[in-house]
């Protein structure tokens, strides 16, 4: 049987980029949950992704699987891709490399300069001579993410990208209302940026019709976490089940540091 995986970060510019992530004098521990280490990315880095996806930040899924878009909201966003055909030739970065902590964590620091040059060192290493023809953003933080790259100097006499902002996958049930009406809704803007992003993409790995969304999310909808994503030997059930993390913890100290994983026979 063979296997595939994600071989990391070995080659350049990727290597000097994790060699000197920012620690916690741009991620303040208060706002970020440092104690776990920064989670850098899912997908290809070798130039052939033809989309960029964007989102938020590292949960406790991704803090155990090392790469980022794990669980539920992975598994929505790998079945956008696959609506589009796209199965292979992405790449994913979140807007905070540290999971954020506590409610508003992620508005105080968004404009920091120093968190945005990172990612905007990150968006360079993917971008230079890249495929990539397509952005999505997931959340409004991610949007924010995409503005502040192109209005940096790197940006700069860049072809234009396809680009949709979309609601976060998780966003329905993060809201607090009434989650089949709140997904009802995002599944259609959904299909609104399948319809606009299409185009550009072509010719998707898998070329085909577009099979939009209906109002609610199918098993089909939200696929497996390819292996080929993950670190070499993951076991396969990290890519195919959605709540094998937990944190737990009788306080908030507690639950901050210690995740249960339970793995699937
Ligand atoms: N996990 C991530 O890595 N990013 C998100 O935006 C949500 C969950």
Redesign the pocket.
Known sequence: MTTLFCPGYSHEPFRSLVEVYPGTSVYPSNAFRVEWGP?FH?GRLDGTARVLV??????Q??TIAR????????RR?QGFLNKLGIDNSYV?I??FIYSVYGQQGGAHHIDDAAITDYRNSWLKAILDGSQVKAVVA??S??DKAWKKWLASADAAGRPTLAYQKLP???SPEAGGGDVAAATKTMLKAYNAGLTALAPAIAPADQPGAIAPYGDAFTPTDQPAIPQRDLPAGSPVWMGTTNEWAVREGSTATDKRLNIRVTASP
């Open positions: 989670i899912r964007l989102g938020q930040d590292p949960a899924h991704e790469r980022i878009l794990m669980g539920t909201a992975g966003v994913m979140n807007t997931f959340g933080f991610a976060h996958p998780t």
